[in-house]
């Protein structure tokens, strides 16, 4: 629709040109909002006001002169100049029925675009460390990397989804010997557990699996030995079952990348850290002091120059990033996009110094996630009831299912903060927006079932066959004129619109306020038009048909945020 204003404004500029009653050398590419006030129209564009002073004439004057040859035409009921030169137009009610006949036709595509062209894309989110269970924000990451992923797939992304896996440093002896002295103990050993060591539950469950499947012959083996072994299958226990985790939440990672394998050494005896240094020394980008070697990503915009290796000549984890981000690059995605704790906001302007420095400005987002607070009833919850501890992503996903749990991470931005309540995420009524949304589709599929003369509640019915069975692609939809219907197609012609921004600022949660609105546009319309009259039967093919157009929305908006549009509820 912005496609189809913008060329009649063109032409109307143009035609004001050809007629001489306008002086403009230039045509400009007008520019449409959504009115903040319903009233004021659907779009609004200030071309008038961006082409006064070119056109040697105030804003208001060229406003009236663009609006008069737009009036009219098919798409718009009305159009009128406000403000200082504002065109505020109003669309028709054969604009909005065509929207209808789109949703339909396109089928799982209804709201799609070609942003992205096909070109590559890589999305790296969660990244947990393989040391123990996901934390609840890493479960927001998960659904906030996964339909960041849906939706710029749906904008025309080729998209790789990346899970970096911390497996190299410290934390992993750590882990090691933590896993080690709860083995020992369960085999009778007495042990002095370190102060820094794992302390979790889940670090004997993980020894326990160890002994059932080996018995007791690491007991008295060399220490050294049982470490080495029990890092390598402990760390192979929490990615499977991260894996697991993950993927009973609908998200599967395409690539799981060891940060390992940047210090392992290649055919030319080098590191991939040592290598990304050198790519940076050869650019101008590294210099020695004090025996240490470092980063200018001053240069880049950062308050201040970074080291990468120390003087005692340990390599620092940002040299690791660096390398890592290197490799991104060599596989030549055209964008690269990092979702990342809170923890990490100072992170930023040294990575995107460093990934500019290596030849590719611009080309990395880096996306902050802030942190899940959850509550019961209004009261915080910190520790899980079942263990006594912190209440891990796998414990929220139990209790309040894989829908809601998406759907609530989704439901704010990610610079801001999430409250989840638990009780809310159960409850079954309006008040919870996933079962208000998941209603909604329900709703629409029980009245394909009526307008088929089946039972509303009938489980052998295929909503899809059925919609293509009952639905007349020729329904007279010049009849659907009443407000409940013309706010109903007002809001199904918005989702392209959704789709493009959330893609373009990387912003899920529009999708669950736009499924929220959706949907009671939906139910709005359901209370006040009866759909299925058999004494108005033109009546009722055009509303089916409507109902239908709503059905594949409402489907094609939970599908891109990984929650099911349910037939019945």
């Not at 409850?427 to 998941?438: G, H, I, K, L, W």
């Amino acid at each position: 629709m912005i496609e189809t204003l913008s060329a009649l404004v063109v032409d109307a500029l143009r035609a004001a040109r050809d007629s001489e009653a306008l002086d403009l050398t230039e045509l400009p590419h007008p520019d449409f909002e959504r009115p903040r006030d319903p009233s004021h129209g659907d779009w609004s564009t200030n071309v008038a006001m961006r082409t006064a002073k070119a056109a040697g004439m105030p804003p208001r004057q060229l406003a009236e002169i663009v609006a008069s040859r737009m009036a009219g035409h098919p798409d718009i009921e009305a159009i009128e100049v406000a403000g200082p030169g504002f065109l505020n137009i109003r669309l028709s009610a054969a604009a909005l029925q065509r929207v209808l006949r789109e949703a339909r036709e396109q089928g799982p595509r209804f709201g799609s675009n070609d942003e992205g062209s096909g070109r590559r894309v890589q999305v790296e989110f969660v990244s947990a460390n393989p040391v123990g269970p996901m934390h609840v924000g890493h479960g927001r990451w998960a659904a906030l990397g996964d339909s960041m992923a849906r939706v710029l797939e749906h904008a025309g992304w080729v998209v790789q989804r990346e899970f970096y896996v911390n497996d190299a440093g410290v934390q992993m002896d750590t882990f090691a010997k933590s896993v080690a002295a709860r083995y020992l103990e369960l085999c009778g050993h007495e042990v002095e557990f370190g102060e820094d060591w794992y302390q979790g539950a889940y670090i004997t469950e993980i020894a326990r699996e160890i002994l059932a499947s080996e018995g007791e012959s690491w007991a008295n083996a060399d220490p050294a030995s049982r470490e080495a072994h029990f890092r390598e299958t402990a760390y192979r226990q929490v990615l499977d079952h991260l894996s697991r985790v993950l993927h009973g939440m609908g998200v599967d990672f395409d690539v799981w990348f060891s940060e390992r394998t940047l210090h392992q050494r290649g055919g030319d005896g080098t590191t991939a850290v040592e290598r990304a240094i050198q790519r940076l020394d050869e650019a101008g980008h590294i210099y020695e002091l004090d025996g240490a070697v470092w980063f200018r990503s001053t240069e880049f915009g950062d308050d201040k120059d970074r080291v990468l290796k120390k003087a005692d000549g340990d390599y620092t984890y940002f040299a690791a990033d660096i390398a890592y981000h290197a490799d991104k690059f060599d596989r030549g995605f055209d964008r690269v996009i990092d979702i990342w704790g809170a923890d990490h906001h100072g992170y930023v302007k040294r990575m995107e110094a460093a990934v500019a420095a290596l030849g590719h400005p611009g080309k990395l987002d880096l996306v902050i996630g802030q942190l899940v607070n959850l509550f019961r009833g209004g009261e915080v919850v910190r520790m899980s009831k079942r263990t006594g501890e912190m209440v891990t992503f796998e414990d929220l996903l139990e209790e309040v299912g894989v829908d809601a749990a998406r759907y609530f991470f989704l439901r704010r931005s990610t610079d801001q903060p999430l409250d989840f309540d638990i009780e809310l995420a159960k409850e079954q009524s309006s008040d919870n927006p996933v079962y208000y949304v998941q209603y909604a589709h329900a709703r629409i599929c029980a009245v394909l079932r009526k307008g088929a003369g089946a039972e509303t509640d009938d489980t052998g019915i295929d909503i899809e066959a059925t919609a293509a069975r009952i639905v007349d692609p020729e329904a007279p939809l010049q009849l659907l004129v009443a407000p409940a219907e013309l706010a109903l197609m007002r809001k199904l012609a918005e989702f392209e619109e959704v789709i493009e921004i959330a893609a373009r600022q990387l912003a899920p949660f529009k999708l669950t306020r736009y499924a929220e609105d959706l949907a009671a546009a939906f139910h709005q319309f359901y209370t006040v038009c009866r759909v299925v009259d058999p004494e108005e039967p033109e009546l009722t093919a055009a509303r089916l048909y409507a109902v239908d157009a709503a059905r594949i929305a409402l489907a094609n908006v939970l599908g891109l945020i990984g929650v099911s549009a349910p037939e019945r509820m």
